[in-house]
T-cell receptor, first 118, second 116 residues
Framework: DQQVKQNSPSLSVQEGRISILNCDYT??????FLWYKKYPAEGPTFLIS?????DKNEDGRFTVFLNKSAKHLSLHIVPSQPGDSAVYFC?????????????????FGKGTKLSVKP | GAGVSQTPSNKVTEKGKYVELRCDPI?????LYWYRQSLGQGPEFLIY????????DSGLPNDRFFAVRPEGSVSTLKIQRTERGDSAVYLC??????????????FGEGSRLTVL
């Protein structure tokens, strides 16, 4: 049973518009959430994260929103650029509650392929 | 090197053969992880090392899979009696003990394993 779900396998947006990628989770013990970006033939690279004690984290064009009551988070990219075209993975971690000092494993969603058209 | 290095980048083998995949983490990173990514899926956790010891091997699918990190740096993932279902990209990642609990991992480019 998937604990982290990305229900949209793909998303296409026009350059300059907003991209919104969604993620739902089921385990209330998750206390840290991350977004990774992956280009073909490369490993995932960290993009942005958010602790469960916050509801928003912003880094340049990227903002992550967390709604704990709905167990939902989203990644907003604005303005979208063609170079943002990649697969985006949502991931969750149980942090110190799992390993008491050093995080263990991340649970990933299946990813959403974003295509930004010029 | 500056990043996580994995070798080989591609490995084609026959069903039943033994395979070793190597990971060289970022220098100084004490935590090392192995993930497996099958087609159309997200990375799936296999095993996590803190130093030389496996802190969590709960993701290893069965006893054909084994991983070592004898000196707390380079790690080898070993797969015995490979099966076609083992075909996937095997990703290695490392993280610094300076930033625990944040979940930020640095991934290598992966080793693509194809079992014929």
């Amino acid at each position: 049973d998937q604990q982290v779900k990305q229900n949209s396998p793909s998303l296409s947006v026009q350059e300059g518009r907003i991209s919104i990628l969604n993620c739902d989770y089921t385990n209330s013990m998750f206390d840290y959430f991350l977004w990774y970006k992956k280009y073909p033939a490369e490993g995932p690279t960290f993009l942005i994260s958010i602790s469960s004690i916050k509801d928003k984290n912003e880094d340049g064009r990227f903002t992550v929103f967390l709604n704990k009551s709905a167990k939902h988070l989203s990644l907003h990219i604005v303005p979208s650029q063609p170079g943002d075209s990649a697969v985006y993975f949502c991931a969750a971690s149980g942090g110190t509650r799992w390993y008491g000092g050093s995080q263990g494993n991340l649970i990933f969603g299946k990813g959403t392929k974003l295509s930004v058209k010029p | 090197g500056a990043g996580v290095s994995q070798t080989p980048s591609n490995k084609v083998t026959e069903k039943g053969k033994y395979v070793e995949l190597r990971c060289d983490p970022i220098s100084g990173h004490t935590a090392l992880y192995w993930y497996r990514q099958s087609l159309g899926q997200g990375p799936e956790f296999l095993i996590y090392f803190q130093g030389t010891g496996a802190a969590d091997d709960s993701g290893l699918p069965n006893d054909r899979f084994f991983a070592v990190r004898p000196e707390g740096s380079v790690s080898t993932l070993k797969i015995q009696r490979t099966e076609r279902g083992d075909s996937a990209v095997y990703l290695c990642a490392s993280s610094s003990a300076v930033a625990p609990n944040t979940g930020e991992l640095f991934f290598g480019e992966g080793s693509r394993l194809t079992v014929l």
